[in-house]
């Protein structure tokens, strides 16, 4: 069966401000030394199990010209444009009516734009067993990975050990994100896994699924889909998408199906959550300062300096975050991370849009 | 007799770096809310007491230029050029040998160009009185500041409390920057006053006090005097200055002297002596931030931030500098102050010039 990618790229990459802005989000940014963004990292990494016609990104309108100028190999009709962002259910929804369109049934991988995996080969073999479950059933598949703190940012999916197809585990159940005490507790058990917001099923199961746990979004989606290469294509997406219902696929879906299967993916996954992530992405010097750009450290230790031409002189810094973005610098400290979208809350109050 | 005044000019201001610079120190720049500079605000102040074409300023030449157009009011030969730094003797003989030679004598105040003093009321009636101590005797008279805490930057001056003229108490001696310990102990004495760097004399008292302490500067100075307003005036400033022992007035006369006075200046004084500074001159909002600029704070407290255009957003920072001063720009941790002259030395090593 042919294999297709639905990657989700409507994100705003807000905790990466002030790199990442509304007309240059995170995952159109290159965050490694290879010059590569994110997005294209992603296109990269897929290439061995994916032709590049069956490939679709779905993101939103102001970011086709973006897609269209990183992945130029890409066919233009595989840019699907949410009129407005609804989370992830209608967004794998539309990437669903728009390969059974073309395709009749595939098997179709999931993937967030954003993350970064060190190891490709590893990443490969995992989804290609992933698709290999998915093609043979009606399973939900998802990739788990296997935490080593307990994050209390990240959903986690409970397995059974004893039940397993291949490489992959049965789950329990989808939980949302933990408060830390659950984490510690999961992450004793052995027994979760964080969710890491890729999944592999076949399109004609991911339809049925919506169908049974989301009907109004998938009698929407039918529309959508029965209007796709007629001269009703645009409107009738715009006028089905602003409808629907705000949902996760998580929610919407993962939390209420069955049969859903999860393979344990060990790959070096990050999902470059927030600038922190540089601290663990790329090399730092004998102090733990992970550091570019013009930057003069002194008596600085575990700080993050992302500067460029302006000289940043850092002295006397302890796990910092420092980003200079041209017309906007961050100084953050670690533990506030959390606390950049409050700059952009207090920016939006102030209109000062051309800032976000 | 005349008043005269020698403001001190020659300083680089490191610790004011990034926005004090080789080519536009500390004495030059504005802090304050007036848009005066520290110099200008150095002359408006004593404006009540000497005539502008009595007061003469001391710097080196690169910032004759910048003296000239700050203060345009001030006779071209007022300004004294140092050929090169010789710390505060040479200085102070080379104003004294001039105004020798343009008044015979005069009473000569000695003031740094890079204080600030809130009351300036109460400064001009400080200064008046050693004016009319100075002029009546053969006293060295100095300012001293009541100390409101074991500063270690300081020089200290020990009085007697019992001896006075007017508001003026002896002085017994004056002792170099203390340790912590030894500086609580002066605080607790009673009997130290800060050293200001603020002196009155007349000019036959400090050449006669330079004759006796500094003999060999004495020397040059008066080869210096006997040639100002000859042909020979700039080739004699310039051999002798160069071979000038270099010296500062403290150690080099002031703990040697006898005769001294001091009076307890209570205007309002700050020797504006590092960033830190602008959290006492300054007023803070309710977190105790110093902010100026475009600058957006997030759970932020105690920190100074001096931004300009650049948008600076400081998220969970506490006691900290941020100083943009549009090609450079300082993160500093308030108790690491005093270590911006180590950027100082990292720039000057990898000799990157344009940024000191």
Redesign the interface.
């Known amino acids: 069966m042919r294999k297709t990618a639905l990657i989700m790229a409507g994100g705003r990459g807000e905790r990466f401000?002030?790199r990442s802005r509304k007309d240059m989000p995170k995952q159109f940014l290159s965050l490694t030394d290879d010059g590569r963004s994110m997005i294209q990292l992603t296109v990269d990494r897929i290439a061995p199990l994916v032709e590049m016609e069956d490939i679709f990104i779905a993101t939103n309108r102001d970011y086709a010209g973006l897609v269209r100028s990183q992945l130029p190999e890409l066919p233009e009709r595989n840019i699907l444009c949410e009129p407005v962002g609804k989370n992830t259910a209608p967004c794998i929804g539309l990437g669903a009516v728009h390969m059974e369109e073309r395709y009749g049934d595939a098997v179709m991988m999931v993937l967030p734009s954003d993350h970064l995996i060190k190891y490709t080969s590893l990443f490969v073999s995992t989804l290609s067993d992933a698709c290999r479950l998915a093609e043979h059933g009606k399973d939900l598949v998802t990739v788990g990975i296997a935490p080593d703190c307990p994050e209390t940012g990240y959903g986690y999916v409970r397995f059974r050990p004893d039940e397993v197809q291949g490489r992959a585990f049965a789950v329990e159940k989808f939980v949302e994100k933990p408060d830390l005490e659950t984490a510690k507790a999961y992450l004793a058990s052995e027994q979760y896994l964080w969710n890491s917001g890729m999944f592999v099923w076949k399109v004609s199961t991911i339809l049925e699924q919506l169908r049974e746990h989301l009907p109004e979004t998938y009698e929407g989606l039918r529309r959508i889909g029965a209007a796709i290469g007629t001269d009703q294509e645009e409107q009738a997406l715009e006028r089905e998408f602003r409808q629907f219902k705000s949902e996760s696929i998580d929610y919407g879906v993962m939390e209420k199906a069955k049969d859903i299967y999860i393979l344990s993916g060990a790959f070096g996954w990050d999902d470059v959550g927030s600038w922190l992530a540089l601290g663990r992405i790329k090399r730092s010097d004998e102090f733990g300062n992970v550091v570019s750009g013009n930057v003069?450290t002194?008596?600085t230790k575990g700080t993050i300096v992302q500067g460029g031409d302006?000289?940043?002189?850092?002295?006397?810094?302890?796990d910092?975050i420092?980003v200079?973005s041209?017309?906007?610098?961050?100084?953050?400290?670690q533990?506030?991370a959390g606390?950049?979208k409050?700059?952009l809350e207090?920016?939006r109050i102030c209109n000062?849009t051309q800032?976000l």
């Open positions: 401000w002030p003069v002194v008596d302006k000289l940043i002189a850092a002295v006397g810094l302890e910092m420092v200079d041209g017309d906007a610098l961050l100084i953050c400290e533990g506030h606390d950049i409050k700059v207090n920016l000062r800032y």
